[in-house]
């Protein structure tokens, strides 16, 4: 999931995957340079589900955020989200 300022959306986003009944998943979120606090937020998620991972890159475009998660991404199937849906 790239993160760029959705500091209003993000938690409603991060709920949505965690409220899934599937539990065997990875969310990562690329912080792409927030300077609101949605790191700050995706941070207090991370340190109550070991699920959520998140990197950070200085404003590099959503398309470089896409490509940084498939690259750290272990799983077999990945899906897309965007923080504000």
């Known amino acids: 999931m790239p993160v760029y300022n959705s500091e209003p959306y993000i ?6 995957i965690i409220d899934q009944s599937y ?3 990875e969310l ?3 912080d ?5 606090n949605s790191a700050k937020i995706v941070l207090n998620f991370a340190k109550k589900h070991n699920f959520i991972k998140l990197y ?3 404003q590099r475009g959503v ?3 896409r ?3 498939l690259e750290v991404a272990s799983g077999d199937y990945i ?3 965007d923080s504000d849906d």
């Not at 938690?11 to 949505?16: F, Q």
């Open 79 to 81: 899906g897309f989200l």
């Open 23 to 25: 539990k065997n998943i």
């Open 56 to 58: 950070h890159c200085m």
């Open 63 to 65: 398309s470089y955020a």
């Open 32 to 36: 792409n340079g927030s300077t609101d």
């Open 11 to 16: 938690k409603k986003a991060i709920s949505s």
């Open 28 to 30: 990562i979120i690329i």
């Open 67 to 69: 490509n940084k998660g």
